[in-house]
């Protein structure tokens, strides 16, 4: 759908607004509050990027809203994989992918065109983080000179600055690279590459990483947690990718009851090679129940976590030092004709280094090795 809205000296035009909508519902935001953050009173923060696509790139006054300009190919692209990208959405609801909320075109008269997209921020909300990096897993041109010391310049820092260092997850750790391996194999698919792997992180206040849940809590995260997604088509109720209010996470493990047909969920953690169910006082299991197999089967196949008690919990995941802010981003570049050309051209170029402009399978295989020796 295209819906056109004419206004003093410009108009804009705003595509597959109801499928977006749908979309900003199943992640929990309240449409009053999308529309009073994207019209604030308050200018946009622009945010200046050394980007080779030469986009503008933008924040909300809030910061929670990333708005950025495409080509017409592009927009075309992601309207043309709107479906499979909820679908995928849905299948994964925890996935670490960018939420695209809004595409809209701005035409002004005797201007070119201009096409842009509203993006959910990765790095929300950023008050305390420390370091802000961009991962691609290779090594030409992923260097970028830090910021001064006491400069309030923000500068997002590449593979070669994060050298020596760890992602530390620990029981996280899993969840992590899982994820990460079943949304590179959907970009892979779309035969796309030269995406990034965003990531911030701040420490954990002292309360953080010591509080204790409490049954009501768990009942609650495990719940909303396992909170299964439906089509557009098939509801208008947010029920997707989850605003879910929750702290630490870990994978959900359910039990059958074989003479009742039902099965309890409970939160599972591996301590010192044991592996340690959650459960009430009263040895009642921690969380909501589900009603057969194959829906048990679908809990873990969509790999599932309990995320944190934060805002922006699908991009939130928390260590034993430190929370981290990750996302995947920037998934519109196709591996057509002239990028093969330029994978040849940088083969000459930098003999025996690692590039960004490799094949789709490369490119995922790369990134997930690249991810897998630098966590831990």
Same mark, same amino acid.
């Given at each position: 759908?295209?819906?056109?809205?004419?206004?003093?000296?410009?108009?804009?035009?705003?595509?597959?607004?109801?499928?977006?909508?749908?979309?900003?519902?199943?992640?929990?935001?309240?449409?009053?509050?999308?529309?009073?953050?994207?019209?604030?009173?308050?200018?946009?923060?622009?945010?200046?990027?050394?980007?080779?696509?030469?986009?503008?790139?933008?924040?909300?006054?809030?910061?929670?809203?990333?708005?950025?300009?495409?080509?017409?190919?592009?927009?075309?692209?992601?309207?043309?994989?709107?479906?499979?990208?909820?679908?995928?959405?849905?299948?994964?609801?925890?996935?670490?992918?960018?939420?695209?909320?809004?595409?809209?075109? @701005?035409?002004?008269?005797?201007?070119?065109?201009?096409? $842009?997209?509203?993006?959910?921020?990765?790095?929300?909300?950023?008050?305390?983080?420390?370091?802000?990096?961009?991962?691609?897993?290779?090594?030409?041109?992923?260097?970028?000179?830090?910021?001064?010391?006491?400069?309030?310049?923000?500068?997002?820092?590449?593979?070669?600055? $994060?050298?020596?260092? =760890?992602?530390?997850?620990?029981?996280?750790?899993?969840? /992590?690279?899982?994820?990460?391996?079943?949304?590179?194999?959907?970009?892979?698919?779309?035969?796309?590459?030269?995406?990034?792997?965003? @990531?911030?992180?701040?420490?954990?206040?002292?309360?953080?990483? =010591?509080?204790?849940?409490? /049954?009501?809590?768990?009942?609650?995260?495990?719940?909303?947690?396992?909170?299964?997604?439906?089509?557009?088509?098939?509801?208008?109720?947010?029920?997707?990718?989850?605003?879910?209010?929750?702290?630490?996470?870990?994978?959900?493990?359910?039990?059958?009851?074989?003479?009742?047909?039902?099965?309890?969920?409970?939160?599972?953690?591996?301590?010192?090679?044991?592996?340690?169910?959650?459960?009430?006082?009263?040895? =009642?299991?921690?969380?909501?129940?589900?009603?057969?197999?194959?829906?048990?089967?679908?809990?873990?196949?969509?790999?599932?976590? @309990?995320?944190?008690?934060?805002?922006?919990?699908?991009?939130?995941?928390?260590?034993?030092?430190?929370?981290?802010?990750?996302?995947?981003?920037?998934?519109?570049?196709?591996?057509?004709?002239?990028?093969?050309?330029?994978? @040849?051209?940088?083969?000459?170029?930098?003999?025996?280094?690692?590039?960004?402009?490799?094949?789709?399978?490369?490119?995922?295989?790369?990134?997930?090795?690249?991810?897998?020796?630098?966590?831990?």
């Amino acid at each position: 759908m295209e819906v056109t809205q004419i206004h003093e000296g410009f108009r804009m035009e705003t595509y597959a607004g109801p499928v977006f909508a749908w979309l900003r519902r199943c992640l929990g935001m309240d449409e009053r509050e999308y529309q009073r953050s994207l019209a604030s009173h308050g200018c946009y923060l622009q945010f200046i990027s050394n980007s080779k696509s030469k986009a503008d790139f933008f924040l909300t006054n809030d910061k929670r809203f990333f708005l950025k300009t495409q080509s017409k190919r592009e927009v075309n692209f992601l309207l043309s994989n709107l479906r499979i990208y909820l679908e995928h959405l849905e299948k994964y609801p925890h996935s670490l992918l960018v939420k695209f909320l809004g595409v809209h075109r @701005l035409k002004i008269p005797r201007q070119k065109l201009k096409y $842009f997209i509203v993006m959910q921020s990765v790095f929300y909300p950023d008050e305390r983080i420390q370091a802000r990096y961009d991962f691609k897993g290779c090594e030409v041109s992923r260097w970028t000179d830090p910021a001064p010391e006491g400069s309030q310049v923000i500068v997002v820092l590449k593979d070669l600055n $994060f050298e020596g260092k =760890q992602i530390v997850l620990d029981q996280q750790r899993s969840w /992590f690279l899982r994820q990460v391996d079943i949304d590179t194999s959907f970009l892979q698919r779309l035969n796309v590459l030269d995406y990034s792997l965003l @990531l911030a992180h701040q420490p954990l206040h002292q309360d953080e990483r =010591q509080q204790g849940l409490s /049954f009501a809590t768990l009942v609650m995260r495990t719940a909303k947690s396992m909170n299964v997604g439906s089509s557009p088509s098939q509801s208008s109720h947010a029920s997707v990718p989850g605003a879910v209010p929750e702290e630490d996470s870990t994978l959900l493990v359910a039990q059958l009851d074989r003479q009742t047909d039902r099965c309890r969920v409970v939160e599972t953690r591996l301590i010192d090679g044991r592996d340690l169910q959650s459960e009430s006082p009263g040895g =009642q299991a921690l969380g909501a129940e589900v009603g057969t197999d194959s829906e048990l089967e679908e809990i873990w196949a969509q790999n599932r976590r @309990l995320l944190p008690g934060t805002k922006n919990p699908l991009h939130v995941i928390d260590g034993p030092e430190l929370r981290y802010f990750v996302g995947i981003i920037d998934i519109f570049t196709v591996y057509g004709f002239r990028k093969k050309l330029e994978h @040849l051209w940088k083969r000459l170029r930098y003999p025996g280094r690692t590039f960004s402009t490799v094949s789709p399978p490369a490119y995922a295989c790369r990134l997930r090795q690249w991810v897998q020796g630098h966590t831990q």
